[in-house]
């Protein structure tokens, strides 16, 4: 079997030709900084919400322990 030099079918080809993903082109930038930070926020405030639901619904079966994580 010949091994070919040829570049197999690149997934992420580094040409910026229409209509071709070129990840050389996207950066670390501020959009990037405040899409994880919205979903950082928003996943802490779900799971605040849960754990209040939760710890209220047990408060009022009178079966919660307050070490216990919920």
Do not use: R, W
């Amino acid at each position: 079997m010949e091994v070919s030099n040829e570049p197999a079918d690149d997934p992420f080809p580094k040409t910026t030709s229409k209509g071709s993903f070129a990840p050389t082109e996207i950066k670390g930038n501020d959009d990037t900084l405040k899409i994880s930070t919205l979903i950082s926020a928003s996943t802490t405030a779900t799971t605040s919400k849960i754990h209040y639901n939760c710890t209220k619904i047990a408060d009022s079966l009178e079966q919660h322990d307050p070490n216990d994580s919920c």
